[in-house]
Each structure stands twice: as structure tokens, then as C-alpha cells.
């Protein structure tokens, strides 16, 4: 099932993604595609506050891993940028994250694709300068 939203601001990505935020229920992976800048952190802000998380949530691109769990719900932020080979992610324990008690979210999966469990939810943020230069699509796929 797949479903698009419009968004033509960072705000209305940030409720976007808290309202899609109260519908998972953990433990779940969920990828976040899309080209640099285009908000995918800011997707992972609202999602965060969705699931009552207070903590400021940043992205973890030197880290490759920020765990969040103010909120109801564990929230495993992991940003795979700078992964070169998969076995790092088994030294970060990927595994208990994956399949734990919270819910990982994952920008650029397609560097750890073999890894990403097959019911993964896909998220895609695209731009469209034709609608505006903070104009995004977000295409959910579940």
C-alpha cells in the first residue's frame, strides 16, 4: 500500500510524519530515502515527537547511531551515510535495534539494502522545484 502526501513546508513534513508516527507499532524498520537536504531529519523530528519522544532529536551522520527513548517507544535513529562495509553495522549491534523493542529509522538503507528487513516500511522525500522551492512529496510504502 502506498501513500502520498504534499507537504510545502518544514512544518507540514514534521506533522506528516507525527501522525504517521502513532500508527507503528515496534518493533519496526523503517527507510528513509531521499537526496541530501530534501528534510529527511526533519521527518525524523516529527516522528519522534509522535511517538512523545522530548528529546532534541538531531542526525547522527558522525555517529551512525542515536538512540532516543523519552517517549513511548523506543526510537533507533541511524544514518548509514558514511557506512563502507556492512560488518560495521554488526559491531554498532544493528540486530537488537532491528528486531528489539523500538522502532529504527534509517536514512540511506541503500547502503546496508541486504540488511533491511523485507516488511520495512519505505519512506521517499522528493522535491519538486516546479511546486515551490519547499515543496515535497513524501510517498509512504508499506
Excluded at 523503517?30 to 528529546?55: A, M, Q, R, W
Excluded at 537488537?96 to 529504527?104: A, M, N, R, T, V
Amino acid at each position: 500500500m502506498k501513500k502520498e502526501f504534499d507537504s510545502f513546508s518544514e512544518e507540514d513534513t514534521f506533522k506528516i510524519a507525527k501522525e504517521f508516527a502513532k500508527n507503528i507499532a515496534a518493533p519496526r524498520v523503517i527507510t528513509l530515502n531521499g537526496d541530501l537536504g530534501v528534510g529527511k531529519t526533519v521527518f525524523t523530528k516529527g516522528f519522534g515527537k509522535g511517538l512523545g519522544i522530548d528529546e532534541v532529536i538531531n542526525s547522527p551522520t558522525f555517529t551512525i547511531l542515536k538512540v532516543y527513548d523519552s517517549g513511548n517507544t523506543p526510537l533507533y535513529h541511524f544514518d548509514v551515510y558514511r557506512i563502507e562495509d556492512i560488518s560495521e553495522m554488526d559491531e554498532i549491534g544493528y540486530e537488537d535495534c532491528f528486531f528489539g523493542e523500538g522502532i529504527s529509522l534509517v536514512e540511506w538503507a541503500e547502503n546496508i539494502e541486504e540488511l533491511i528487513p523485507d516488511n520495512a516500511i519505505n519512506v521517499t522525500i522528493k522535491k519538486d522545484s516546479e511546486k515551490g522551492f519547499d515543496y515535497r512529496k513524501i510517498e509512504i510504502e508499506e
